[in-house]
């Protein structure tokens, strides 16, 4: 139901946007959130959007340069991934949470109960 897409090799500073397409529609989920696992790392989370007046929240290691955003008309999410450094290097994940515990504790991946496939996202220094 949903598939992530947009990953690939940039080199420090650049850009990149993934795309979080849900075949029921992203508007269904009270969350779509977007997570990451480093090589050799636990997965760990990245930012999220809320339903309820499109909130969204981001870790303090991505704030100011990560952008999460949602076109329902496209039934998808998108996180804007801007001045990337080698140590955001990840497979990235989105995922889609149904219930209002979804939405209240977005932070964690036990609040998901839909998930992507990940893209790898590998900056260069």
């Known amino acids: 139901q949903l598939q992530a897409s947009g990953g690939g090799l940039v080199q420090s500073g650049g850009s990149l946007r993934l795309s979080c397409a849900a075949s029921?529609?992203?508007?269904?989920?009270?969350?779509v959130g977007w997570f990451r696992q480093p090589p050799g790392q636990e997965r760990e989370f990245v930012g999220a959007i809320r339903r309820r007046g499109d909130r969204t929240f981001y870790a303090n290691s991505v704030k100011g340069r990560f952008s999460i955003s949602r076109d329902t008309a496209k039934n998808t999410a998108y996180l804007e991934m801007n001045s990337l450094k080698p140590e955001d290097t990840a497979v990235y994940y989105c995922a889609g949470g149904r219930t209002s515990d979804s939405g209240a504790y977005y932070y964690r991946s036990d609040a998901y109960d839909h998930w992507g496939q990940g893209t790898q996202v590998t900056v260069s220094s």
């Open positions: 029921g529609g992203t508007f269904s989920f009270v969350v």
